[in-house]
T-cell receptor, first 114, second 106 residues
Framework: KAGVTQTPRYLIKTRGQQVTLSCSPISGHRSVSWYQQTPGQGLQFLFEYFSETQRNKGNFPGRFSGRQFSNSRSEMNVSTLELGDSALYLC?????????????FGPGTRLTVL | GIQVEQSPPDLILQEGANSTLRCNFSDSVNNLQWFHQNPWGQLINLFYIPSGTKQNGRLSATTVATERYSLLYISSSQTTDSGVYFCAVGYSTLTFGKGTMLLVSP
């Protein structure tokens, strides 16, 4: 099976712009979660999607949003980018929500905001 | 929310040495995982270990859920073991520790 894929892998934007990141889960996986990793805050949970519905959201401003499509692919969007949004954004998939199975992570999208 | 603490924050080893990484968590958990993040940022699953002991080659992990800690053992370390090791609790909403950065020198 192919692993979790994320596109693009690298992205450079300027303050005030918006960005959309994409995540394709492992085939058959229906749960997708997003995480932000920064040197200062570490790995922080952003959102979780299951069956096209957002089930949980972390403590992030409304500029961060996402969605999940019927094929389980997910996108996240950040509007009005700030310098502090520079981070590695990781997507993870698992077969079912609340699964006892482990989460499988993609390679990440490294976003730089100038 | 639940707090996850890892120690030590940094570790430098010579190739061939053994090490123990610790993860403490503030509340009872039903799910604990260990990950290795390579220098390119990829998080690799090592163990799903809510309790008990598991081994995979040179790596093994033990979780004592009643005492709220987990240990990751690395034996005969190799330079490819370098990277950051994270423990995380939860299911589809993981709470991560700050990680242990391991550098194995030849």
């Amino acid at each position: 099976k192919a692993g979790v894929t994320q596109t693009p892998r690298y992205l450079i934007k300027t303050r005030g712009q918006q960005v959309t990141l994409s995540c394709s889960p492992i085939s058959g996986h229906r749960s997708v979660s997003w995480y932000q990793q920064t040197p200062g805050q570490g790995l922080q949970f952003l959102f979780e999607y299951f069956s096209e519905t957002q089930r949980n959201k972390g403590n992030f401003p409304g500029r961060f949003s996402g969605r999940q499509f019927s094929n389980s692919r997910s996108e996240m969007n950040v509007s009005t980018l700030e310098l502090g949004d520079s981070a590695l954004y990781l997507c993870a998939s698992s077969p079912e929500r609340g699964s006892t199975d482990t989460q499988y992570f993609g390679p990440g999208t490294r976003l730089t905001v100038l | 929310g639940i707090q996850v603490e890892q120690s030590p924050p940094d570790l430098i080893l010579q190739e061939g040495a053994n090490s123990t990484l610790r993860c403490n968590f503030s509340d009872s958990v039903n799910n604990l995982q260990w990950f290795h993040q390579n220098p390119w940022g990829q998080l690799i699953n090592l163990f799903y270990i809510p309790s008990g002991t598991k081994q995979n080659g040179r790596l093994s992990a033990t979780t004592v859920a009643t005492e709220r800690y987990s240990l990751l053992y690395i034996s005969s370390s190799q330079t490819t073991d370098s990277g950051v090791y994270f423990c995380a609790v939860g299911y589809s909403t993981l709470t991560f520790g700050k990680g242990t950065m391991l550098l194995v020198s030849p």
